[in-house]
């Protein structure tokens, strides 16, 4: 058999290339057609220009896919005269084709993804031999009155499409053994259906009707049968009458329960309930023992039966978001499960035997407070779980479990008070103490332990404060009521649930009340019913902004990358499909995850330390506390206690790990296990701190305590009183401050390595290369997060001297210190971020910084919707200045040189209705623009490094038009973030910008090179967006 294949492969080689934007030579396809069909020859060197005169008769298949066809040219009929299979899709046929009706040995015809309104009344008297026919994703509102005329067809799918209703001879068509309706307008189940005897497949997902009729019985011959996302809220008793039934799919329904003889459904192997209204498991469901697929996620459920082993054949079981709280012994007798889906429930404990699942390959719990095995052992797989419930067998429970307790809330807030109160049962309020304080409170025998970490208000505190929120911790936000009133709801109160909901998704967070003594009844009520209404409306519009979001990421996901790439004023324009779903993901989880707020508001502060004690019982809230870890997890431990080092390497605490009789692998669980519960501090994911484990964290808190400023009489310490004022600290005082708390001998100069990595602080004036400072002199040490409320914007001339002896004025003209509010619009005379009056001031002298006026802009900004995190921009400052030098620093800025290419960091107050931004940047000209990218892309790493901490943080990355930064617009176009992650389009040199429609940006501009891509060549298809 011969076969035409004219399709455009360029247009489906892969999500990320969208269509190109150009009419399509038909006779020039026909030719292309018929080379690709024979065997060419050395000595052939073109083909006939015209179809005619090549010999067609014999092909039986065209294939002409992908080519924005809008017409046909005439004479097709008698140049394939054997045509059999003739492929149309994804064109921009308005009608079909009237060449088509002249094919009369047509079998199948595929004309999906076009524009067609109708389907010609003719086709069937035309085409009689069709027996497969493909309508698909088009805009078709009626089918032909005379469709019984195409007597032999056998499969037919019209998805996606206007139908409101079938032909009444569609009845008659006594061969159709497939039929697809997927998301049309049908307003009720077809009658005409149920009269296709011979109907194996159907498929009326996504319509709009709610009930199933009684005749659905006559359907006799259905195998399969789609009934996703409609509105069924039950099934009629008939439809266990289909007994030639094997798969069924009725998500996205409504449905509670399933009729009593579901069970008589024998032939049934495969079921997906899944985003129903199930409370209690379909007990019916467990008669069918040749079930071998069952997907029950997304309901309500609550209990898996113990008699879920007579499913013997079951090979995949998903109950994922759910209400789960334990499954039975009995699953683990599934001997054929293979796949096994649990997240997003409230499973702690798994079965005793649960390793003995040899054979699951897909096995997923995240979501679930699992203590045994802890998360970190079930995410590596079955073999490690086996492993952990042997070595659990033979240990014995810790003495007195322990649970970490954090004290949080603003300066006047009591949280000394209430430490006093845990620690000693009361006494008078001594005020506010700096600093970090971590105390040891035991309770009654029997009880918990706890251990209270009592962080300050002060903004020094910053960088380091999200450093000691764990999971497994439980949160008291303390309020002074006496001084709290309604306006002040955000600063007392909601600023520090966002920060706990950003940092410890599901944080447990007890709300106390301080200073009631100071308040009279009525006024402590009212207080206390507003602060609970705050917080409710808060949650709720910020729940609403994330389902949105979400929503909008969906409804991008089901157009399809094509449509998303055809024009850049929807959303996600151009994002691939993956990175699509990667965010519909990240979005959903930031909705499930929300802080757990404990009501109601503790006011009489006599009864905290019981409170405490009930709450650490409470098995549904800490079942972590309840559950002993494996003997050789309690043996690290103590090994890591008895080590008098400040902290450990990877490689240490392997050393320690082997005496404990743990592998590698193990010792890694043991780490992130203790790491969630707050027993130690670990960067497992972050390349720079990967190889560090800080065992003991009180000891690493009083490093960090002995940089946080004192009550000192000025003038007493000179270099202390630089300190508090510059953050400045010369390596002589950082050795006095280090001495105290370092064990002997201790390495004050590891120390400060160690916390620049963290982002504590940088050498200013360290010399590259591993060179002594010039002329011996001595080093510096500036802490982005210490400066004092006495702090001069910017830094001074002598910070600069120190930082490799360059001036500012050579990175930003004469200019001294930056506005206040961040009013300028530039940073780097091209990185800008345009204010909410429209200004696009470059700044003093930014010219200086770029005197070519060809260079283009690059800068990529980070919103922050809901919170910017404490302490993000110190921490960044810090952690950048490894990778760049002569760098100028102020309050909220930071200029730059990567080698000779200029970049900017900014940070940007929020203004106008518009959010936290952090934007990164640089500029060149456009045929170097990839030395721009290469000077911006470890900042960006170490960025989304510092964000990796953030796992509840709701963020969002653009990639700002060049243009729109060209034009000082004041709200420039910003493109998805995403496409950072992807490769730039092959064969498109230019996007449109929808602010202003005749501007085009190069592809260079948004996307970062490839290594082939460098130096960047400049292609001469067209631009995408020109439609």
């Known amino acids: 058999m011969r076969t035409l294949n004219g399709e455009n492969k360029e247009r489906e080689s892969g999500e990320g290339e969208p269509p190109l934007e150009k009419d399509v030579d038909v006779a020039r396809l026909w030719r292309d057609a018929a080379l690709r069909s024979r065997k060419l020859r050395s000595h052939l060197r073109q083909a006939p220009p015209r179809p005619e005169e090549q010999d067609l008769s014999q092909v039986e298949t065209l294939n002409l896919g992908n080519n924005l066809l809008q017409d046909l040219p005439q004479g097709l009929a008698s140049s394939l005269d054997n045509l059999r299979v003739l492929v149309l899709r994804r064109n921009r046929f308005s009608s079909v084709p009237r060449a088509v009706l002249e094919l009369p040995r047509l079998a199948e015809l595929d004309l999906s993804h076009n524009r067609l309104r109708g389907v010609a009344d003719g086709l069937a008297e035309s085409l009689p031999a069709l027996k497969k026919l493909n309508l698909a994703h088009n805009s078709i509102l009626q089918l032909p009155e005379r469709i019984a005329a195409l007597a032999l067809l056998e499969e037919l799918d019209v998805s996606f499409n206007e139908l409101r209703s079938l032909p009444a001879s569609f009845a008659d068509l006594a061969g159709l053994r497939a039929l697809d309706l997927d998301h049309n307008r049908l307003a009720g189940f077809p009658p005409e259906i149920p009269a296709l005897a011979a109907l194996e497949e159907l498929d009326c997902s996504g319509n709009s009707f709610d009930v199933l009729p009684q005749d659905v019985a006559r359907l006799n011959s259905v195998k399969i049968l789609w009934l996703s996302n409609l509105e069924l809220s039950s099934l009629p008793d008939a439809f266990c009458q289909l007994r030639r039934l094997e798969s069924l799919m009725l998500d996205g329904n409504h449905l509670a329960t399933l009729p009593p003889a579901f069970g008589t459904l024998r032939t049934l192997k495969m079921i997906n309930l899944s985003s129903n209204r199930l409370d209690d498991f379909p007990d019916v469901l467990l008669d069918i023992s040749g079930l071998e697929e069952l997907y029950l996620s997304r309901n309500r459920l609550t209990r898996v039966p113990s008699e879920i082993a007579r499913l013997r054949n079951l090979v995949n079981l998903w109950l994922d978001h759910n209400r789960l709280t334990y499954l039975p012994d009995s699953l683990v007798d599934l001997a054929k499960l293979e796949e096994l889906l649990l997240q997003g429930n409230q499973i702690a404990v798994l079965p005793d035997r649960f390793g003995k699942l040899s054979g699951l390959n897909v096995w997923k719990a995240e979501g679930n407070p699992l203590v045994q095995p802890p998360y970190e052992v079930c995410a590596k797989g079955i073999a490690h779980i086996a492993a952990y419930q042997r070595d659990l067998a033979r240990s014995r429970p810790e003495a007195r479990p322990r649970l970490n307790v954090v004290l949080l809330g603003p300066r006047d807030a009591g949280k000394t008070w209430l430490r006093q109160i845990l620690l000693d049962g009361g006494g008078p309020d001594v005020g506010a103490e700096r600093g970090i304080h971590v105390s040891d409170w035991a309770a009654a025998e029997g009880d918990p332990a706890f251990r209270l970490y009592d962080v300050s208000a002060e903004s020094e505190l910053d960088p380091v404060r ?174 890591h206690l008895d080590s008098k080092e400040p902290w450990l390497t990877r490689k240490d605490s392997a050393r320690l790990g082997r005496q404990a009789g743990l592998t590698e692998d193990g010792l890694q669980s043991a780490l992130s296990y203790r790491r969630r519960a707050g027993t130690l501090m670990h ?345």
């Open 466 to 639: 999200p450093l000691f929120l764990s999971p497994a911790a439980l949160y008291i936000l303390a309020i002074n009521l006496r001084s709290y009133s309604p306006r002040d709801f955000y600063a007392r109160v909601g600023y520090f649930l966002r920060l706990l909901g950003s940092k410890v998704p599901r944080a447990v967070v007890l709300l106390v009340g301080t200073r009631t003594d100071l308040c009279v009844e009525a006024e402590l009520e009212e207080k206390k019913l507003d602060i609970h209404r705050q917080v409710g409306m808060q949650e709720t519009g910020d729940a609403r902004v994330l389902r949105s979001s979400a929503l909008k990421a969906e409804r991008a996901l089901r157009r399809g990358y094509p449509a998303r790439a055809s024009g850049p004023r929807g959303y996600f324009y151009a994002v691939s499909d993956g990175n699509l779903r990667r965010e519909v993901a990240r979005l959903r989880s930031l909705l499930e995850k929300r802080p757990q707020i404990l009501s109601p508001l503790l006011s009489d502060v006599r009864r905290l330390r019981e409170k405490l004690v009930r709450l650490a019982r409470n098995t549904e809230i800490f079942p972590e506390l309840q559950r002993a870890p494996p003997g050789s997890w309690q043996t690290l431990e103590k090994l």
């Open 683 to 1027: 960067w497992e994911h972050d390349p720079v701190l990967e190889d560090y484990i800080f065992h003991d964290v009180p000891r690493f808190i009083g490093i960090i305590d002995a940089f946080l400023p004192r009550e000192r009489r000025q003038g007493e310490d000179p270099e202390l009183d630089a300190f508090r004022y510059r953050g400045l600290l010369p390596a002589g005082a950082v050795h006095r401050l280090l001495r105290p708390v370092l064990p002997e001998p201790g390495d004050p100069d590891s120390v400060m390595d160690l916390l620049e990595k963290i982002g504590f602080c940088y050498c200013v004036n360290k010399p590259r290369d591993g060179e002594p400072p010039n002329g011996g002199a001595e080093l510096w040490y500036k802490f982005p997060g210490c400066e004092g409320s006495g702090a001069e914007p910017g830094n001074t001339r002598s910070e600069m001297e120190l930082n490799d002896g360059s001036s500012d004025r050579e990175l930003h003209g004469s200019s001294d210190s930056e506005p206040e509010d961040g009013s300028s619009n530039s940073d780097l005379g091209g990185i800008s971020e345009p204010e909410p009056d429209g200004s696009s001031d470059p700044g003093p002298d930014a010219s200086r910084a770029c005197p070519l006026s060809s260079a283009e802009r690059l800068e990529i900004r980070y919103s922050f919707p809901f919170l910017f995190p404490p302490g993000l921009f110190a921490r960044f400052c810090a952690r950048i200045n490894r990778h760049v030098a002569r760098r100028w620093d102020g309050r909220r800025r930071v200029l730059a040189y990567r080698g000779k290419v200029p970049v900017a960091v900014s940070h940007r107050l929020p203004a106008g209705g518009r959010p936290h931004t952090l934007s990164v940047g640089s500029q060149a000209a456009l045929p170097n623009m990839w030395t721009a990218w290469q000077a911006v892309a470890p900042l960006l790493s170490e960025l989304d490094a510092l964000l990796g901490d953030w796992p509840g943080l709701h963020y969002q990355k653009h990639i700002l038009c060049a243009k729109c930064l060209r034009r000082g617009s004041a709200s420039p176009h910003a493109f998805p973030g995403e496409l950072l992650s992807q490769r730039r389009p092959e064969g498109v040199s230019e996007l449109m910008c929808p602010k202003h429609l005749s501007e085009r940006v190069n592809v260079a501009l948004i996307y970062p090179p490839t290594p082939a891509d460098t130096p960047p060549t400049t292609p001469t298809a067209a631009p995408i967006g020109s439609e």
